[in-house]
């Protein structure tokens, strides 16, 4: 059973679009457990804030299935097949770790953890012991040594579930 941990972003109506994503993601991986969901300004482009959380689960599902399903979810909530990198979503899922696996072709584990502090702070939260699996450092101390003035982050207190 391999313990997977996937970044979730949306910068269009994203209460819906993150509460939906969340609806068909449980309804794949049962045990899916949620960080705190933090609001950030947009990275790479001009445009909305996003909101962005991170979930963990289990599953028995090879990396191209996990990221087949993921990819359907993103389709499903409106999400264009061939969408452009810099762009406002509807919908982002993105497969951050897959076990302590590394696989530059799935990139695994994702370079957004450590570029990244609305992927790298949830990831934290969720795993503050769990190290990365080629820096072998935890994603607590990566955390605590990420140039916060970078990013701004913010958790989103309202509720969105």
Known sequence: MA????????SIDRDENIRQGVLLLKTHFPDLQL???FES???GFDGGNFYNLVAEFNSELSVQAVIAILKAIEIQLGRPLK????????LDLDLLLYDQKVDASYDLPRAEITKNAFVLQPL???APTLQHPILAIS?????AEYPKHTQKLWEVVRPIF
């Open 3 to 10: 313990h997977i941990f996937i970044g979730i972003g949306s």
């Open 139 to 143: 994603y607590q101390q990566l955390w």
């Open 124 to 126: 934290a939260e969720l």
């Open 41 to 43: 300004e947009a990275v």
């Open 35 to 37: 960080s705190r969901v």
């Open 83 to 90: 969408a452009i990198k810099y762009a406002p979503r509807t």
